[in-house]
């Protein structure tokens, strides 16, 4: 347990469209908080990219923003985790050398499958890192001679805290990437040193101290991708525990003992991930943009509310994953008496079956014990409403931020201020429980939303 007085931990967390910073006391209490919008941008369809220079900027402006609400805490450690996999591409001086490749990017899929007709199949990280790194090296020679670092977004962070460079030893227990890198002619040290989330990466340096507001030699710990932090800071222990994490991407994750062709190894003893991420609050983003009074969420929000359930006939399909790139959703059954608040309902009872789907799925494998439902998308009405589709309660933590809370609780472990990630996740704590209404309606709704969604060809 972590021992009384003025201390505290730092939980960084680098999103798809934000980067979020956190602090808490030794109860996992919340001292500070601070959130940036992060630009991705979208030139084309299937181009996803991020700004190096951007994320290094606001990682230390959020953490300014959280040190100088500390007063006089000493700050133990700071944990770092984000969307994965997005690369980093630094040349030897450490700078970038070419946009960030975006986990939403699907121009690596072309040059994995044919990487897989010669290597075997890959998994989601084979594909997504040597499968850029190979494309990069196709299509952009003079750029991947010039790269030095090829660092997750994590690590990236990480690397700007300390200089140090890193990868994550899970995509080595999940994947055979050394030989991987190897056949495709991709030097493996391009990759840094392997590390694990119970390792102190280093500790932060003069310069970074000085941009972030941080003492120098503040130990810091590159967690684990941001799904499985967010179920850390979910409080996630037990089999069946499940997050929904209302971000960029609809993060679903549960805690199994089975292993499966999808599964990964968790952070409890044990027990193995399942995890589904589809980009559902990309959608919303979007859907906010074109349709809100100066893209205003809460209006957009009360639009659905002024709905009736099932939008009068109007259904909106979630169509797409990070593996389909050429629909996103569609409108079913339109017509000249729906309005935006239509639309605006229908979104939202897209992700409501979404995650339903996606609930029953795992359930195949094991009985889904509780949700914890948090991230930005998680108001009220969206729970109460995802909690009426799929008839099960839904928590909501004290503190929204998971993934970067995630990150906090890792590096409190890692530095010997619990036992192990099990005890850390047993600090966090719910702060309501919302249950969801007696609708019928939505059995059937659901069901043709399945039927729809089946006439469409959607897959993931």
Request: with cysteine; net charge negative.
């Amino acid at each position: 347990m972590m021992p009384e007085g003025g201390r505290c931990l730092i939980g960084v967390d680098v999103g798809t469209t934000a980067v979020k910073s956190v602090a808490v006391d030794e109860r996992c209490e919340l001292l500070a908080e601070a959130r940036l919008p992060l630009n991705l941008f979208s030139p084309s369809r299937g181009i996803f990219t991020h700004d190096a220079g951007e994320i290094r900027d606001k990682v230390f402006e959020s953490l300014r923003l959280v040190m100088r609400n500390l007063e006089k805490r000493r700050v133990e450690a700071v944990g770092v985790t984000g969307q994965s996999v997005s690369l980093v591409l630094l040349d030897e001086s450490g700078n970038p050398v070419y946009p960030v490749l975006s986990h939403l990017d699907n121009r690596a899929d072309l040059a994995a499958m044919e990487l897989e007709n010669s290597l075997g199949k890959m998994g989601y990280i084979g594909r997504k890192l040597v499968g850029n790194l190979a494309w990069l090296k196709k299509h952009e020679p003079n750029v991947f001679e010039r790269v030095s670092k090829v660092l997750d977004m994590k690590e990236y962070v990480g690397y700007l805290l300390t200089g140090r460079s890193s990868v994550d030893k899970l995509w080595f227990m999940v994947e055979d990437l050394e030989r991987l890198c190897l056949d495709a002619g991709i030097n493996p040290s391009l990759l840094g040193e392997v590390m694990s989330y119970s390792d102190v990466l280093g500790y932060v340096d003069d310069k970074a101290a000085e941009r972030a507001g941080l003492e120098r030699g503040v130990p810091v710990v590159v967690a684990l991708g941001d799904s499985l932090a967010a179920m850390i800071g979910s409080g996630a222990v037990e089999e069946g525990d499940m997050v929904d994490v209302a971000g960029a991407t609809e993060v679903m994750a549960m805690l199994v003992k089975e292993k499966t062709p999808h599964s990964y190894p968790s952070y409890i003893s044990g027990l193995n991930m399942i995890s589904i991420s589809p980009p559902l609050g990309l959608i919303h983003k979007w859907l906010v943009e074109k349709i809100s009074p100066n893209s205003d969420y809460m209006a957009f929000e009360r639009l659905a509310e002024d709905a009736s359930p099932g939008s009068d006939g109007l259904m909106f399909v979630a169509q797409g994953s990070k593996t389909m790139k050429d629909v996103e959703a569609s409108l079913v059954s339109l017509s000249f008496c729906h309005g935006w608040n239509h639309v605006a309902r229908s979104f939202f009872e897209a992700v409501a079956y979404e995650l339903r789907r996606v609930v029953e799925i795992f359930e195949q494998v094991t009985k889904v014990r509780r949700i914890v439902s948090s991230g930005g998308g998680a108001t009220r009405f969206v729970t109460k409403l995802k909690a009426t589709v799929v008839g099960k309660p839904f928590q909501i933590p004290k503190i929204r931020e998971t993934a970067a809370l995630g990150a906090a609780l890792t590096a409190a472990t890692a530095t010997g201020l619990f036992k192990n990630l099990a005890e850390a996740a047993s600090s966090v704590k719910i702060a309501e429980t919302i249950h969801g209404e007696n609708q019928p309606i939505y059995d059937e709704l659901y069901r043709q939303y399945l039927a729809s969604k089946n006439r469409l060809g959607a897959d993931f």
